[in-house]
């Protein structure tokens, strides 16, 4: 991901690359020569780096476990962040970040790649015209060879892959998730030691459920990488297969008149066409790029804060509790549990102030 996004900085007509941290400097001067760039100050501290090269911003792409500390240095420096997904390997040290992206006054915001597709954006204007959504749900089914860690992981796909669309849900739904019965388990013929295979069940703040069903270990009739998604709603339902345009079929209301198939056509034009706002302007992470440049330059809140961000990342916490346990299991019990767990572990006096003066998990009951 690193190499991506080097390319993705050097090809972008908003920013440039002045600076390249890693613990190995020898790969990233490999890095940067794989990819004809010279003139960007390399080192081992985010920090120093940034100084030297009076850099603006920091992009965090490394592995999720260095999130918690690389952020912290970077917006305590005075750079605003836009960090790759997960916020954190833990909702505690999510919050924590919350409260130290507060107190430096510097924005963190998570790059979620999956809000960035076009047809995703296009899916979302349409249920915004149906009304209530009473059902939506993901299949996703893909099968793999990873090798390596993923192949070993606990709870792979809940942990590594399902927070992509747990997130998009949010932004589909504008909602929060209230709580989630879960199931985990592993094919007889999986390659993977841990789980690869969940169902989960969320209920949403305004009444909708939300049903996720995948397996990483699923040859054969594979879905695209998004899954396929269908919703039902008070007035009709829709369908996105992932990739492509999605489709919609409206319901006559309850006073029988019939919907205008020339409205229906022209709004689904639109939607195919631009979808809505920066999210259309890119996909995947050119588009958090270019979201993250914008908040910058406009002080607009972008959709990936991590404030918010930190709800997706607490339904896959939760959904993996449901598992363990087999109970259902409230999102705002997560959020309690690892609120008092980030306030025993935080070391910075400024940051703990913070997060004392939330009163309860970032501030919202």
Excluded at 291 to 309: I, K
Aim: proline content about 5%; charged content about 20%.
């Amino acid at each position: 991901m690193g190499r991506n996004w080097i390319r993705l900085l050097a090809d972008s007509p908003d920013v440039t690359l002045v600076g390249l941290v890693d613990l190995n400097v020898a790969a990233a001067e490999a890095a940067l020569a794989d990819a004809g760039l010279s003139g960007v100050v390399v080192g081992t501290s985010v920090a120093e780096v940034a100084a030297a090269s009076d850099a603006q911003a920091v992009v965090n792409v490394t592995i999720p476990a260095a999130h918690h500390p690389v952020n912290v240095e970077a917006l305590f420096a005075g750079l605003p962040v836009l960090c790759e997904k997960p916020v954190a390997p833990t909702v505690a040290q999510g919050l924590s970040l919350a409260a130290a992206a507060e107190v430096s006054g510097q924005l963190l915001m998570i790059s979620q790649s999956r809000r960035y597709y076009r047809t995703l954006a296009a899916f979302r204007e349409q249920l915004s015209t149906l009304g209530d959504v009473g059902v939506i749900t993901t299949e996703f089914f893909k099968a793999p060879h990873f090798g390596g860690f993923r192949e070993e992981m606990e709870h792979v796909l809940l942990v590594d892959m399902a927070i992509h669309p747990f997130d998009a849900v949010r932004y589909l739904l504008d909602q929060d998730p209230v709580s989630v019965y879960c199931e985990e388990f592993n094919p007889s013929w999986s390659w993977y030691s841990g789980d690869a295979a969940a169902t989960a069940v969320f209920e949403f703040s305004g009444g909708a459920r939300y049903v996720y069903t995948g397996s990483w270990c699923a040859d054969g009739l594979e879905t695209s990488w998004n899954g396929t998604w269908r919703a039902n709603a008070a007035g009709g339902s829709a369908r996105w297969d992932g990739e492509n345009d999605p489709v919609l079929e409206r319901v006559a209301p309850a006073d029988g008149v019939a919907p205008d198939p020339v409205a229906d056509a022209v709004g689904l034009a639109g939607d195919a066409a631009s979808g809505s706002g920066a999210a259309a302007s890119a996909e995947e992470i050119g588009g958090a790029l270019a979201e993250f440049v914008d908040a910058l330059r406009t002080g607009t809140v972008p959709s990936g804060e991590v404030h918010s961000n930190v709800y997706s990342l607490a339904m896959v916490e939760a959904a993996v509790l449901s598992s363990s346990t087999g109970a259902k299991v409230r999102i705002a019990d997560v959020l309690d549990a690892a609120y008092a767990e980030a306030l025993a572990a935080e070391r910075r006096p400024d940051v703990t102030a913070a997060l004392e003066g939330w009163g309860v998990p970032l501030g919202v009951r």
